[in-house]
């Protein structure tokens, strides 16, 4: 799964580097390295305008959405902190995503993500060390090695509250790593490629293989992953440290302060 990430691009960058038309963001996009599910994250997404007609064309949009997708149909805002996540395999067949599959998909601009590789602890322990009951787990951020933006696959909905506010909520897409990732976690964030941007966000595009064909599975070799400090194990915590390579951190195999 990814249940973290950082993303730290300034709103002008965002607006240049997606060619956005219609900047719907109310306040400042402030950097935040520690993402977390419930959070509102920048988000691209191409919808008409309310009220237009029909026939008028969709605009490239840049907003902020809450992490955590809450279908429409759904009681309960709260159904979102377990909707993070969307699997590439199943996305377009299950009922909570179907819908956003078919004409609801948007792109999640990320600097990188953070999974938990657990180290193996020792079989004989230190004398008067008591044996670990839990195993302990080192962070790692991994990114596009030549850091460019990742723009993360994703769904949104509109959901109603009781209060009549509409909320936008969105999932992350996620597929297999590929094995040079894997041996941290079996799974990683769908990354969408430039070129296929447009017709990822086209919402008139709804024929669900051609959406299915637009996303592939991340090259091995492409990406950079390296151990962090624990500190970003605490929502509370943020800044640009916690993407600093840690001093001591344990690396899956060779225990080097780097996996690749």
Known sequence: MCGRYATSRARQELLDEFQVQFDAVDGEIEPDYNVAPTKQVPAILTRRPKDAPEEEDAVRTLRTLRWGLVPSWAKDLAIGSRMINARVETAHEKPSYRRAFAKRRCLLPADGYFEWYTLQAPDDPAQGEKKSKKPQKQPFFIRPKDEAVMAIAGLYELWKSPEDEWIWTCTVITTNAPDDLGRIHDRMPMVVEPSRWEAWLDPDLNDVDEVRGLLVPAMAGTMD????????????????????????????????????
């Open 225 to 260: 992953a390296y151990p962090v400090s624990k500190a970003v194990n605490n929502v509370r915590n943020n800044g640009p440290q916690l993407i600093e390579p840690a001093s001591n951190g344990d690396s899956p195999g060779d225990h080097s302060d780097a996996l690749f």
